[in-house]
Every structure is written in C-alpha cells, then in structure tokens.
C-alpha cells in the first residue's frame, strides 16, 4: 500500500470527520472540537485522529471531551462509512494534539522577554 494513498485517505477522514462532528455531535462538553490532523496506518486499518477543543483550558475538561469522543468512535466511524467509498473504514484511536496550546504558551513567552527586553534597554 502506498504512503500516498495513506496520505489521501487521512485528508478525506479528516475533512468527514470536521463535517460529522460540525453536523452531528452536540454535546457541549466537547466545546469547539477541531480535527487538527489524522494519520492513517500503510494498510488502512487503523487511524490516529489529533484532536482541540477550542474553549476547553484545563486538562480535566480536555481529558472529558477525549472521553465523549472515545465514546462516540463506533458511531463516528459508522458515519465514516456512509460518506467513504472504502471496503472497510480504519478504526479510529482520538488523541489530544498538544501543538496549539503549546504554540499559544511560547508566543507569550515571546512576548514576555520583548517587552522585559524593552524595559531593559529605556
């Protein structure tokens, strides 16, 4: 199996899944889920999903909306399989991708020494 065919299955689960959770997935613990990125197996059996909730700060209610959507994979994949032409849709495995957060907490850092940088040089 190619690592290009991988690749293009993983865009396509990711711009399903945006949609499903977009259309289907009410519940308010999961704030603003994002599907940030998926990587998908050579053999197209399984899929690690990335995953932000956008107004979800803390690490209790991030580990929550994880849980509701760990909980939710069966029916998400079964409306995968509506949408993809596949013989069978890889099985989903959510993860929390750290990236954005992380990214947020070094341009504040940034910020910080700029502006002590400033008061140093007055």
Not at 4 to 11: K, N, Y
Not at 34 to 48: F, G, M, P, R, Y
Not at 61 to 70: G, K, N, P, T, Y
Not at 107 to 121: G, P, Q
């Amino acid at each position: 199996m190619s690592q290009a065919r991988a690749s293009r299955v993983a865009d396509q689960i990711q711009r399903e899944l945006a949609l499903i959770f977009q259309r289907e997935m009410k519940d308010p613990r999961l704030g603003l889920a994002t599907v940030s990125a998926v990587e998908v197996s050579s053999d197209l059996q399984n899929a690690k999903v990335f995953m932000t909730f956008l107004g979800k700060d803390e690490q209790e209610e991030i580990d929550e909306a994880l849980e509701v959507v760990r909980g939710a994979a069966g029916f998400l994949r079964s409306q995968l399989a509506k949408e993809i032409r596949m013989r069978s849709v890889p099985s989903l495995r959510f993860f929390y991708d750290k990236s954005i957060q992380e990214g947020q907490r070094m341009s504040s850092l940034i910020d910080e020494a700029v502006s002590a940088d400033k008061k140093n040089n007055s």
